[in-house]
């Protein structure tokens, strides 16, 4: 009797069905990420799939300084019937521009290094996070797309999605998604405050009405509190970085050198800009996600969102008010101020 009515269950139409409910938004996945982090991957995209993918079909862009391997594209391709691109990325959006004074930035990473400041003596990490700042977005295979959720090797997503992360920013006219916010490290970031304020002064048509400048200062814009959304996890509209407030911004950026001699970060930068180029309504935590990157990871802390996502994650562990690193306290203060 049991094993009919398990039967039963099993073939109903509706508990097979793999059709999401609703129209997909115009938005794929983009994972940055070498050949050899293909186990990382693996684990990644595993998880994504079975916990909201699988049900809903949004297609996958692979970017690459050099060339994917067979490998590595067989063994991503076979894990989801979505659509999946695999493209190499343009020298030119990945390599330390030519004016950049050499002696000047190979100084630079000397003293990070002998101050043990993380990634401080790598080129290729500075050359990753300009391309995450400026860059991604202009990739050929994410033209025909406006929004991206982005993905790293090695992550985790513990809860089951229900609703689709692409049509509520859609529908709720958000523009930038995060799930965890830290601080940022000092010694990485010393001339990039500055920078912004010469920014603010020279373009002041840019900075949009009932901003976020609250959320990445206490005092109007004076100094930088390094408060920043933890950009390994976004989900957010490639348009926005398009458009021509971010775009001026992250030509002045770069033309300043800093990404070379100091190692400024795609997230401080990301934050920054959609701090000051976006109302804060359009800024969006997501509470539902549960998702751990490296050592820190966010669960939902309301108990009915737990619940219903099945999450595998501690509530107790999460990173949000658990951690003298985490933002997330003063985003709170911000956005209810
Ligand atoms: P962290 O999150 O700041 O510790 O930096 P990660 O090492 O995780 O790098 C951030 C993202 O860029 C991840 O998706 C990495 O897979 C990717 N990445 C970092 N360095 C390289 C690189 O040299 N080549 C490629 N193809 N991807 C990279
Ligand atoms: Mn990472």
């Not at 049509?167 to 940022?184: L, R």
């Not at 030509?251 to 795609?266: A, I, N």
Request: aromatic content about 18%; hydrophobic content about 35%; proline content about 5%.
């Amino acid at each position: 009797k049991f094993t009919a009515h398990f039967q039963e269950e099993y073939t109903s139409e509706d508990h097979i069905k793999e059709e999401p409910a609703n129209e997909l938004a115009n938005a794929t996945y983009v994972m940055l990420v070498r050949n050899s982090d293909l186990d990382g991957a693996i684990s990644s995209i595993r998880a994504l799939e079975d916990r909201f993918n699988s049900r809903f079909g949004y297609p996958y862009v692979f970017l690459n300084d050099e060339p994917f391997s067979e490998e590595f594209k067989r063994r991503i391709s076979v894990l989801t019937p979505s659509k999946v691109e695999f493209g190499t990325i343009p020298k030119e959006h990945w390599s330390q521009p030519d004016w950049i004074d050499e002696k000047k930035a190979s100084k630079a990473r000397q003293q990070m290094v002998a101050t043990n400041v993380k990634y401080g003596g790598s080129v290729a990490y500075r050359n990753m996070c300009r391309f995450n700042s400026g860059f991604f977005y202009r990739h050929e295979l994410l033209q025909p797309y406006k929004w991206y959720w982005r993905i790293e090797p090695n992550v985790k997503f513990f809860c089951d999605i229900h609703q689709d992360p692409f049509k509520y920013m859609e529908e709720n006219n958000k523009t930038y998604g995060f799930t965890i916010a830290v601080y940022e490290i000092p010694a990485t970031i010393p001339s990039l405050w500055p920078a912004v304020r010469e920014f603010i002064d020279d373009h002041p048509e840019y900075i949009a009405e009932d901003n976020a400048m609250g959320f990445i200062s206490q005092n109007n814009g004076l100094t930088y509190n390094r408060c920043h959304f933890w950009s390994n996890f976004e989900i957010a509209d490639m348009d926005f970085w398009r458009g021509p407030a971010y775009s001026a911004f992250f030509e002045f950026l770069d033309s300043t050198g800093g990404f070379y001699y100091e190692r400024w970060g795609d997230a401080a930068i990301h934050s920054i800009g959609a701090s000051l180029f976006l109302k804060r309504e359009q800024i969006h935590f997501f509470e539902e996600i549960g998702y751990q990157h490296d050592d820190w990871y966010h669960c939902p802390r309301p108990d009915a969102i737990w619940t219903k996502g099945r999450c595998s994650c501690s509530q107790r562990g999460s990173f949000d008010y658990n951690h003298e690193s985490s933002c997330k306290p003063h985003w709170d203060r911000f956005i209810t101020s």
